[in-house]
């Protein structure tokens, strides 16, 4: 099992990126796949799940209505768009896999039994 984060990089506040999860040697229909962030000094924070099984999508509440999580089944791929970031997004964002027996946010890295390495986004005029 391989889960690939890219897509991160230098943006001024207000920008845009788009996150991708791709997903190897797992059924993205039977797992959750979850962004964290980390950002230095801090703990790794809960972002965004999107529910393989369900189709749900969940999001904290500092990026409501700025990010949005999605699949592309044919690609196995999750995508994270970002949109008007600011510089508290600032981050390494990593993605997770955990298995989606119930219909919930996963909100806790401990419910993640699959990481993949994190991709830096840095949000700076």
């Known amino acids: 099992v391989q889960l690939q984060a890219s897509g991160g990089g230098l943006v001024q506040p207000g920008g845009s990126l788009r996150l991708s999860c791709a997903a190897s040697g797992l059924s993205l229909d039977v797992y959750a796949i979850g962004w964290f962030r980390q950002a230095p000094g801090k703990e790794r924070e809960w972002v965004s799940t999107f529910s393989g099984r369900y189709g749900s999508t969940y999001y904290a509440d500092s990026v409501k209505g700025r990010f949005t999580v999605s699949r592309d089944n044919a690609q196995s791929t999750v995508y994270l768009q970002t949109n008007s970031l600011k510089p508290e997004d600032t981050a390494v964002y990593y993605c997770?896999?955990?298995?989606?027996?119930?219909?919930?946010?996963?909100?806790?890295?401990?419910?993640?039994?699959?990481w993949g390495q994190g991709t830096q986004v840095t949000v700076s005029s």
């Open positions: 997770a896999a955990a298995i989606d027996v119930y219909n919930i946010p996963y909100y806790l890295p401990d419910e993640y039994v699959y």
